[in-house]
């Protein structure tokens, strides 16, 4: 894959037929060199040293080769023969995916997937054909089938409008700066319609094999087929924060990368830190490929990711009670407005993603005076300042009078930091992590006996750039 990635870049011709996205799927999806080896891995360790989602997809019984990298036929019990395609070449997500576990797989085509919990009402068993287990899903998939022809046929529209060659032509520096930030706005949803619709379309595709069933709620009996769901439009055009907006782009990348990569090179026992980050961010940026606006876009989004973190802990909690539950009668002019910088952040945070190439990108930022740079810029700089410690003084002040919140509501109101899509929620903390990494390394060879020190100046960035190159392989 990343030899295609470089002879895309070096070829650089449009017309040319592109196999890099089909293959970065199966990357994903066959996972032959992560997830299904983790799986395997998993199921033979006892159940207790296992997270839950690490018990869900262990694969407790390896499969034969056949029936991983074949078709297999196999006879039931009342010697009806299947042909069963192997997950690999599955057809409705071959290509643009979305990907999924072997456990999943496994689970549809024993049927065992559609199985009632115990303990449900056996009159909430969602309605088959005849004898099938699989639920009937027809309505749900010819839903998501003309949904996802309405965003291609939106994107043929829109692109007819917006396109790149816009932003990089001649007219384009004429307009206002409002009319060019909007112009950009419109140019990334209009790259992102594509995307809605192919994988709307393989989602749907993955419904009717049955291969999306989710469940059904014990109470209303209602089905779910969001299982293999790899996007949610509303949910990016309507963020109104960084995370927001990038756990609903992907959903299946940002699983891939946060099962099998974070919290993989993970030693037991600790706490994922700059090594796992470091790594998911690598194994992400290969994985898209190596044209210079991958790499400019991941790496402002990271910083995007730490100022708006920083938004929402420290000014934030002024638009609610004091106990953080309910909105202020200013709530909405906030979340407004945190709508209108996020949406306007990411739409210059994107445009080397489309354009690709190092000039194009620089070219598109300066004709927007790379906005989003000084204002990230801007904030890490009035977070990193003594304005810092004023919000934390005058935050106290305004919860002061708050209950102590409950254990979980605390767990409720914070994440686990993972990277999303490989990049790291707070670059800062990871060079801080780095850092302790050193200092701990220091510290156990002098308690062996070696005469070392605290490595300063050039010698700890010599250090730093050791590190990297030891997780990545890369030397800086």
């Given at each position: 894959m990343s030899i295609n990635h470089i002879h895309r870049q070096t070829l650089n011709d449009p017309g040319t037929v592109d196999i890099t996205g089909a293959q970065m799927v199966l990357v994903m999806k066959v996972r032959i060199l992560s997830a299904f080896c983790w799986n395997v891995y998993d199921g033979q360790l006892p159940e207790k040293d296992l997270a839950d989602v690490q018990k869900n997809h262990a694969v407790r019984e390896l499969p034969g080769l056949l029936e991983y990298t074949a078709y297999v036929v196999r006879a039931t019990r009342s010697n009806c023969v299947h042909i069963v395609l192997i997950r690999q070449l599955f057809f409705p997500s071959l290509f643009a995916g979305p990907s999924f576990d072997y456990v999943d797989y496994q689970q549809w085509i024993e049927t065992t997937m559609f199985e009632l919990p115990p303990g449900t009402d056996p009159a909430r068993a969602p309605r088959s054909r005849k004898k099938r287990k699989i639920p009937r899903s027809g309505t749900p998939a010819a839903i998501k089938a003309a949904t996802g022809v309405g965003w291609i046929?939106?994107?043929?529209k829109f692109n007819s409008w917006y396109n790149s060659e816009l932003v990089l032509g001649d007219e384009f520096p004429k307009y206002s700066f409002l009319r060019r930030v909007w112009i950009l706005q419109m140019l990334g949803f209009t790259t992102r319609l594509k995307f809605y619709g192919v994988w709307t379309l393989t989602e749907g595709a993955c419904i009717l094999s049955g291969l999306g069933y989710q469940g059904v709620d014990q109470k209303s009996g209602r089905v779910s087929w969001n299982r293999l769901q790899n996007v949610n439009a509303f949910g990016v055009e309507t963020a109104q924060n960084s995370r927001?907006?990038?756990?609903?782009?992907n959903?299946?990348?940002?699983k891939w990368l946060r099962n099998y990569i974070?919290?993989?090179v993970t030693p037991k026992g600790k706490k994922p830190g700059f090594r796992a980050s470091l790594a998911t961010f690598t194994t992400s940026a290969f994985w898209h490929g190596f044209y210079p606006g991958y790499y400019l876009s991941f790496t402002l989004a990271a910083f995007v990711q730490t100022a708006a973190k920083n938004f929402r802990r420290y000014l934030r909690p002024f638009f609610l009670k004091p106990d953080g539950s309910r909105p202020t009668a200013y709530k909405p002019y906030y979340d407004f407005a945190?709508?209108?910088a996020t949406q306007a952040i990411f739409s210059f945070t994107t445009a080397p993603f489309i354009l690709l190439t190092l000039p194009d990108s620089l070219l598109v930022w300066?004709?927007?005076?790379f906005y989003a740079i000084i204002a990230v810029g801007g904030s890490t700089a009035l977070f990193a300042s003594p304005a810092k410690a004023y919000f934390?003084?005058?935050?106290?002040e305004h919860q002061s009078t708050a209950p102590p919140q409950p254990a979980d509501l605390q767990r409720q109101l914070s994440h686990d930091g993972s990277p999303i899509l490989g990049m790291p929620s707070d670059p800062g903390a990871l060079v801080d992590e780095a850092v302790r990494e050193i200092a701990e390394e220091v510290e156990l060879r002098r308690r062996q006996g070696s005469q070392v020190k605290m490595p300063e100046g050039k010698e700890l960035a010599g250090e730093l750039?050791?590190?990297v190159t030891e997780k990545t392989g890369i030397a800086l």
């Amino acid at each position: 894959m990343s030899i295609n990635h470089i002879h895309r870049q070096t070829l650089n011709d449009p017309g040319t037929v592109d196999i890099t996205g089909a293959q970065m799927v199966l990357v994903m999806k066959v996972r032959i060199l992560s997830a299904f080896c983790w799986n395997v891995y998993d199921g033979q360790l006892p159940e207790k040293d296992l997270a839950d989602v690490q018990k869900n997809h262990a694969v407790r019984e390896l499969p034969g080769l056949l029936e991983y990298t074949a078709y297999v036929v196999r006879a039931t019990r009342s010697n009806c023969v299947h042909i069963v395609l192997i997950r690999q070449l599955f057809f409705p997500s071959l290509f643009a995916g979305p990907s999924f576990d072997y456990v999943d797989y496994q689970q549809w085509i024993e049927t065992t997937m559609f199985e009632l919990p115990p303990g449900t009402d056996p009159a909430r068993a969602p309605r088959s054909r005849k004898k099938r287990k699989i639920p009937r899903s027809g309505t749900p998939a010819a839903i998501k089938a003309a949904t996802g022809v309405g965003w291609i046929l939106l994107f043929i529209k829109f692109n007819s409008w917006y396109n790149s060659e816009l932003v990089l032509g001649d007219e384009f520096p004429k307009y206002s700066f409002l009319r060019r930030v909007w112009i950009l706005q419109m140019l990334g949803f209009t790259t992102r319609l594509k995307f809605y619709g192919v994988w709307t379309l393989t989602e749907g595709a993955c419904i009717l094999s049955g291969l999306g069933y989710q469940g059904v709620d014990q109470k209303s009996g209602r089905v779910s087929w969001n299982r293999l769901q790899n996007v949610n439009a509303f949910g990016v055009e309507t963020a109104q924060n960084s995370r927001a907006y990038l756990e609903n782009w992907n959903m299946n990348t940002n699983k891939w990368l946060r099962n099998y990569i974070y919290l993989r090179v993970t030693p037991k026992g600790k706490k994922p830190g700059f090594r796992a980050s470091l790594a998911t961010f690598t194994t992400s940026a290969f994985w898209h490929g190596f044209y210079p606006g991958y790499y400019l876009s991941f790496t402002l989004a990271a910083f995007v990711q730490t100022a708006a973190k920083n938004f929402r802990r420290y000014l934030r909690p002024f638009f609610l009670k004091p106990d953080g539950s309910r909105p202020t009668a200013y709530k909405p002019y906030y979340d407004f407005a945190s709508y209108l910088a996020t949406q306007a952040i990411f739409s210059f945070t994107t445009a080397p993603f489309i354009l690709l190439t190092l000039p194009d990108s620089l070219l598109v930022w300066t004709r927007v005076y790379f906005y989003a740079i000084i204002a990230v810029g801007g904030s890490t700089a009035l977070f990193a300042s003594p304005a810092k410690a004023y919000f934390v003084k005058k935050l106290k002040e305004h919860q002061s009078t708050a209950p102590p919140q409950p254990a979980d509501l605390q767990r409720q109101l914070s994440h686990d930091g993972s990277p999303i899509l490989g990049m790291p929620s707070d670059p800062g903390a990871l060079v801080d992590e780095a850092v302790r990494e050193i200092a701990e390394e220091v510290e156990l060879r002098r308690r062996q006996g070696s005469q070392v020190k605290m490595p300063e100046g050039k010698e700890l960035a010599g250090e730093l750039k050791q590190k990297v190159t030891e997780k990545t392989g890369i030397a800086l």
